[in-house]
């Protein structure tokens, strides 16, 4: 069963101090520095932390774990949508904000999640 978190928004305000994010992973020695305007990395390629490298990363370990890729060649979007368990909790998430007065959820472009690793 999905749990229904209580959601409350705050009315601070924020400042963007900074147009930069780092990020770094154990073991891996470098710190990644990416633009967050863009959430590329300041050399214009794409982070590690974009859907695609995390999908590529996540279809490696299932690699791992049951020999094979079972996602490899497949557009994630189609992925995401057979996916039950997140696809209920993003409508429970979806029908909360607005039966709780918190506005409509925006959805992001499908042309988004349209690659394949």
Same mark, same amino acid.
């Given at each position: 069963?999905?749990?229904?978190?209580?959601?409350?928004?705050?009315?601070?305000?924020?400042?963007?101090?900074?147009?930069?994010?780092?990020?770094?992973? $154990?073991?891996?020695?470098?710190?990644?520095?990416?633009?967050?305007?863009?959430? +590329? @990395?300041?050399? /214009?390629?794409? =982070?590690?932390?974009?859907?695609?490298?995390?999908?590529?990363?996540?279809?490696?370990?299932?690699?791992?774990?049951?020999?094979?890729?079972?996602?490899?060649?497949?557009?994630? $979007?189609?992925?995401?949508?057979?996916?039950?368990?997140?696809?209920?909790?993003? +409508? @429970?998430?979806? /029908?909360?904000? =607005?039966?709780?007065?918190?506005?409509?959820?925006?959805?992001?472009?499908?042309?988004?999640?349209?690659?394949?690793?």
């Amino acid at each position: 069963s999905v749990q229904r978190p209580f959601l409350k928004f705050s009315k601070m305000k924020f400042r963007i101090i900074s147009g930069y994010s780092l990020n770094w992973i $154990l073991g891996e020695g470098a710190v990644e520095v990416t633009k967050t305007n863009t959430g +590329k @990395c300041v050399d /214009e390629s794409p =982070s590690r932390l974009c859907k695609s490298a995390l999908f590529s990363k996540f279809n490696d370990l299932c690699k791992v774990v049951t020999n094979t890729k079972p996602y490899g060649g497949r557009l994630y $979007l189609d992925i995401k949508k057979d996916a039950s368990n997140y696809q209920t909790a993003k +409508k @429970c998430t979806v /029908e909360n904000f =607005s039966s709780s007065g918190n506005g409509k959820w925006i959805g992001k472009p499908v042309e988004q999640d349209m690659f394949s690793i």
